[in-house]
Structures are given as structure tokens and as C-alpha cells.
């Protein structure tokens, strides 16, 4: 059975990451073993009424890697996993990385577009959803994966309503029949999500040396520990709330977990207030509602500490109302699933504090700003962020094109970001040159939601770009060229809608034109309608 296959860093790297203790050859379960041997009964995950031990959490996911063991699962074997918010995210989580099964982990947000394009690049033999997920309520969209992906022989259901059909039922012991073993350490251990730029999404291999790695520097600099009570309010498999340092993060320190359904105050809030939540990690957009509804709850927050905050540009004047509005330490944090995130660190003066998004938080990642040649930038001067280190990857699964133009011959990930980098080495976002609009921290890849526009058979030409809005910091705005003038953009969501594409990627807004701008080398020139459609909110206003 072969293991899945991805682009390894050079042996020197390899050894330099293994010799400065940054790879420790152990896979990500082992921080859950350590947990579940040093303190049993501590309480790992909070999720409704409900709660898990770490004993308990050990237990059901050692359970589970046998159930699937005993069914022919394991090494060389994939899953595709959609789960929202719930207990079971990291049950099973743990169980495939137990089991050797390399997991792909939808967000509860995606539809039948994107869980396609996951399971034709995977090829999973496991699906594991949940019923309450509308494109899970019928069989319909099962028989659809099967017929895609013939190899995909067991679906797992998760239905509270149906009690033969709850994955709490594969929790439990079972016949000890088959041995399990997590892949190798430095092989890869499951697939985060890139947010991406092309037309279909990429999938970005993690080994459990580089991600445990990037948990544990996470911990340490976030000053994570046993009593560490975290709310994760943003979606549980996003690589900000799993990562940096995220759930993962609470149980490498043996704190506790407290899930909530969506990150608005109104679930939040009382969660906090009644589990005494000490940090949490947000959007810029999901600060802004706290920031509005904190006065009318002076007291619900008052065990909160700190606040994370990244996935998306946050306004310097947001940033300096945390501590007074909401009566915690603010910090910034600039990652991406593809490996490196910054930092702002704990005892940061107020100037980098609110200005800047953080130092990178391993010595070892190499951070390159360079100009459209690719030449090195001084410090202070704005170009493109180039990176590579012990946790960022060297290339995405099975796309060997594209991996040409995202990474360059030194092994560089090309992030597609504008950033500043100061003499100390702090990064300042000041933009993107990669083709994507950040929707509330959510990235939309322009080109695929063009192509699913330009399939409707009146659409000639499409162009998505972003548009300035107040509380999701952007949204996006289709332009489109179409032979029937009575074309509407109701019309046209329904269209992409029927398709099967995630909500928040359906366009905002639609505007007319006759024929899209170009620029001079032929290619559609969005700068002009990202002006265009700026000025005309303004009016508008
Ligand atoms: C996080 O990861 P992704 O993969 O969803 O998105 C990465 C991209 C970055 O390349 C950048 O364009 C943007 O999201 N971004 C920020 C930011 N944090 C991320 N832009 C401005 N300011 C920030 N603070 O979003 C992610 C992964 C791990 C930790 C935190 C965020």
C-alpha cells in the first residue's frame, strides 16, 4: 500500500529541522497519548452539554482507528471528513491519524463543488458527514461521490437522529482484529485547505513533523497551558482555529476546549461567561459584532485574556479598541495553511502591537520580499512574500504546474501577499497580488467562480473582483459581459447556486458591462473595475 505522495524537503533541510529539535519523528496522536496519560480526567473538549475527558477522547478515537482497522482502513488509505463544529471533529481526526488514514477536512460551509473537487483529487475510500448537512439529508449526493469515486467503500453518517447511525456508535471498543499505526512522522498525515486563486481548490499536504511542530512553537509563544480554556468560535478544521495554536494547541498544553456553533455574541458570549473561556481567535469581521454588542455584556466577558486575531486585514483603529471594549490582550496573527504564520507576541509595545501582524514565529522560517523581477527588497519597502521553513510546504498535492509558478527553484512559497517587512523583522499586509478576495477571513479563488459564471449559456465574459464593505472588510462584485440584456444577477446566484458552489463564494453583487476593460498585455483589467466599483459604492452611500 503506498503512502500519499508529496514534495519532501531537501535532506538538508530535513536534517537541519531534525537537528534543531524542530522535528521530533512523533505523530500528532502522540500529544493526545501524552495528555491522556499525564492527566486522565482533566476535561479536553466542552462541546454543548457534553464532555470529554482525555481519557475519554484517547479512548473513542483508539476505538474508532480499530473499527476502521477491522474494516480493511488504514495506511495508504484517504478520507473525506465534513464535520461542523462538534466533538466529533476531533474524535475522529485523532482516529484517522491513529489509524494511518490521511483525512481531508471540509469546512461545514462547502457544497457539492468543492467536496467533489476534494474527493477527485484524493480519491477517498471513506466519507465521513453528517446528515445535517442539507447536501447530506438525501442519498443523492452520495451516489454522486460513488460514481465519481468508485473506490469509496464506507460512508459514515453522522445522524442523532437515527441512532444506528451515529458515529458515537464507532466510539466504543471494538474486537481487537487488525493492528493500526499512524503513517510515518515525516510522511504526511492529512490535507488543510489553501483558500487558492485558480479554478479549482488545492490541497496542502502536512506531515506530523512539520504541523506538530508548528503546534508546539505556537504554544510556547502564546503562553498556552493547563489552565487554557479556549473557545473555538471560527470553523473547528480551519488551519487558525485547529493550529496557531488553536485546539491542537490547548491539548499539547492540556487546557481545555470549548466549542462553539458559530462565532457571533450571541452563541459566544454566554459560552464564555459560563466556562470562564480565557482566549479566543477571531475574524476582523466577527471582532467587529463583538466590538458592538461587548457594552451591553460587561460581565460575560471578564475571564477573557486574549484575543487572537488574523485570516484577514485588521484595521489599525479596530485593533485599539480590544483592551477597553473587551477587557483582554490583543493579538495579531498572519498565517496560512500552506505553513508560516507571524505573531504579534505577548509583551509587544503597542506600536507593533496594532500596527504590525507579527514576527514569524520560528528563527528558521525565511521570509524574502521581493519586486515583480523577483529581486530582494530592502527593509521597509513593499513587494511580494516569498517563505520557506521547517512547517511551510514545498508544493501542493498533485499539481506539479502549478507548483511551478507557486514556488521558485529554492523551494520559496510565493504567498501571493504585499507585505512590508521592518528592520526587526515584523511583517505589515499592506495587500495581495494573487487573484482572490478575503470575504470575513473566507477566500474566494476569482478564476473558479468565473468559470462556473461563464458555463451559464448567456454569460460571454466574467470578472470577480473585490469591493470595500464596512463589516466584512471585503466582498466580491461579478462583472459580466451577456448576449441577453435581461440577464439579472437573482438569476445568475440561482445558476451558480443549482451548481453546487459554497454560499460565501456566491457574488455579492453583479454589474453590466458592455465588454471588460484590458490592460495592454491583453488580460482583464481588474484594477479598473475594483476602482469602478469603489467609486460607485461611494456614490451610493
Ligand atoms: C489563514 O489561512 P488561509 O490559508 O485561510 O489564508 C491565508 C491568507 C494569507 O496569505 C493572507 O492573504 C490572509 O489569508 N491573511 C491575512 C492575515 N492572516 C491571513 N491578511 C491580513 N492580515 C492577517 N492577519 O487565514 C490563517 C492561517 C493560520 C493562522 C491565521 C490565519
Redesign the pocket.
Known amino acids: 500500500m503506498s503512502l500519499t505522495p508529496f514534495s519532501r524537503w531537501p535532506e538538508a533541510f530535513t536534517e537541519r529541522y531534525r537537528e534543531a529539535g524542530y522535528w521530533l519523528g512523533k505523530p500528532l496522536n502522540h500529544m493526545l497519548e501524552e495528555q491522556a496519560r499525564s492527566q486522565p480526567d482533566a476535561i479536553a473538549v466542552v462541546c454543548g452539554s457534553r464532555q470529554l475527558s482525555y481519557a475519554e477522547l484517547d479512548a473513542a478515537s483508539s476505538h474508532f482507528a480499530q473499527w476502521l482497522a477491522n474494516h480493511g482502513l488504514g495506511q495508504g488509505d484517504r478520507a473525506l471528513v465534513q464535520l461542523g463544529n462538534q466533538a466529533e471533529l476531533y474524535i475522529v481526526f485523532f482516529a484517522l491519524l491513529k489509524a494511518g488514514i490521511v483525512p481531508v477536512n471540509a469546512l461545514f460551509s462547502h457544497n457539492r463543488i468543492e467536496l467533489r473537487a476534494y474527493a477527485a483529487q484524493v480519491r477517498p475510500r471513506l466519507l465521513i458527514a453528517s446528515r445535517v448537512h442539507a447536501l447530506f439529508a438525501g442519498d443523492a449526493f452520495l451516489e454522486e461521490l460513488i460514481e465519481l469515486v468508485p473506490e469509496l467503500d464506507t460512508l459514515l453518517l453522522h445522524d442523532d437522529d437515527h441512532p444506528g447511525q451515529r458515529l458515537a456508535n464507532w466510539f466504543t471498543p471494538a474486537p481487537a482484529t487488525c493492528a493500526f499505526a499512524p503513517t510515518p512522522a515525516d510522511e504526511v498525515a492529512f490535507f488543510?485547505?489553501?483558500?487558492g486563486s485558480t479554478g479549482t481548490p488545492k490541497l496542502i499536504p502536512r506531515t506530523h513533523d512539520d504541523y506538530y511542530y508548528s503546534v508546539r512553537r505556537s504554544v510556547e509563544l502564546c503562553g498556552f497551558d493547563r489552565q487554557t480554556r479556549y473557545l473555538c468560535a471560527l470553523p473547528a478544521a480551519?488551519?487558525?482555529p485547529l493550529?496557531?495554536p488553536g485546539a491542537l494547541g490547548v491539548f499539547v498544553a492540556g487546557g481545555q476546549v470549548v466549542l462553539a456553533p458559530d462565532p457571533g455574541p450571541a452563541s459566544c458570549f454566554p459560552l464564555i461567561a459560563r466556562h470562564r473561556v480565557n482566549v479566543t481567535?477571531l475574524v476582523p469581521s466577527a471582532l467587529s459584532m463583538w466590538l458592538q454588542a461587548a457594552p451591553d455584556h460587561p460581565d460575560e466577558l471578564a475571564s477573557l485574556r486574549l484575543l487572537q486575531?488574523?485570516?484577514?486585514?485588521?484595521p489599525e483603529a479596530v485593533a485599539r479598541r480590544v483592551p477597553q471594549a473587551l477587557g483582554c490582550r490583543l493579538q495579531?496573527?498572519?498565517?496560512?495553511?500552506?505553513g508560516l504564520?507571524?505573531y504579534t507576541r505577548l509583551d509587544d509595545d503597542d506600536e507593533h502591537t496594532y500596527l504590525t501582524?507579527?514576527l514569524p514565529m520560528s528563527p528558521d522560517d525565511e521570509v524574502r520580499v521581493v519586486d515583480r523581477q523577483g529581486n530582494l527588497l530592502p527593509a521597509g519597502q513593499v513587494g511580494a512574500l516569498m517563505t520557506r521553513g521547517p512547517y511551510t510546504i514545498r508544493g501542493y498535492f498533485q499539481s506539479p504546474e502549478y507548483n511551478a509558478h507557486a514556488f521558485d527553484a529554492e523551494g520559496f512559497y510565493r504567498?501571493?501577499?504585499l507585505v512590508r517587512q521592518r528592520e526587526d523583522g515584523y511583517l505589515e499586509?499592506v495587500g495581495?497580488i494573487?487573484d482572490?478576495i478575503?470575504r470575513g477571513?473566507e477566500?474566494i479563488a476569482a478564476e473558479e467562480v468565473e468559470n462556473l459564471l461563464m458555463a451559464h449559456p448567456d454569460v460571454t465574459q466574467a470578472a470577480l473582483v473585490s469591493m470595500p464593505d464596512a463589516a466584512m472588510g471585503e466582498k466580491s462584485c461579478a462583472f459580466i459581459v451577456s448576449r441577453d440584456p435581461a440577464l439579472r444577477g437573482i438569476a445568475l446566484r440561482k445558476f451558480l447556486r443549482s451548481l453546487g458552489l459554497a454560499d460565501y463564494k456566491l457574488p455579492d453583487r453583479f454589474e453590466r458591462l458592455d465588454a471588460l476593460p484590458m490592460t495592454a498585455v491583453g488580460k482583464v483589467d481588474k484594477n479598473r473595475l475594483r476602482h469602478h466599483i469603489a467609486e460607485q459604492l461611494t456614490v451610493t452611500e
Open positions: 488543510q485547505l489553501s483558500g480551519h488551519n487558525f493550529s496557531s481567535a486575531v488574523g485570516g484577514a486585514r485588521l495579531q496573527v498572519f498565517g496560512m495553511a500552506e504564520v507571524n501582524q507579527g504567498s501571493g501577499d499586509v495581495r494573487k482572490q478575503n477571513g477566500k
